[in-house]
């Protein structure tokens, strides 16, 4: 069983910058591929960003590519999402989620573990 927990969300304005984090218990996370994922009010959860288990290959939406760096820190079983140029499009609730799954996958399914979410909010 893994437990995520996110933290970071808040309030800020166009153009700014957060940090999200999500800290994991259990013994797989180094084992598992991390994945960053965010719902809007009305929308589905979409994809936002992913990562293979030893940090190297990331994968990112359209949307954000450029804009989002994900991380992670093995030793201290954290995976991080920095956004960077934020707009009010970004608004969302945002997930981490594991699977054991090699490849960065994209689709919610793939994932079994989902933390609580944290809520990221962009003024204009």
């Known amino acids: 069983q893994v437990q995520l927990v996110e933290s970071g969300g808040g309030l800020v304005q166009s153009g700014g910058s957060l940090r999200l984090s999500c800290v994991a218990s259990?013994?797989?996370?180094?084992?598992?591929?991390m994945g960053w994922f965010r719902q809007a009010p009305g929308k589905e959860r979409e994809f936002v960003a992913a990562?293979?288990?030893?940090?190297?290959?990331?994968r990112y939406s359209d949307s954000v590519k450029g804009r989002f760096t994900i991380s992670r820190d093995n030793a201290k079983n954290t995976v991080y999402l920095q956004m960077n140029s934020l707009n009010p499009e970004d608004t969302a609730v945002y997930y981490c989620?594991?699977?054991?799954?090699?490849?960065?996958?994209?689709?919610?399914?793939?994932?079994?573990?989902w933390g609580q979410g944290t809520q990221v909010t962009v003024s204009s």
């Open positions: 989620a594991a699977t054991q799954e090699m490849n960065l996958m994209t689709l919610t399914q793939w994932y079994d573990y």
């Open positions: 990562i293979r288990r030893d940090g190297v290959i990331t």
């Open positions: 259990g013994r797989t996370f180094s084992s598992s591929t």
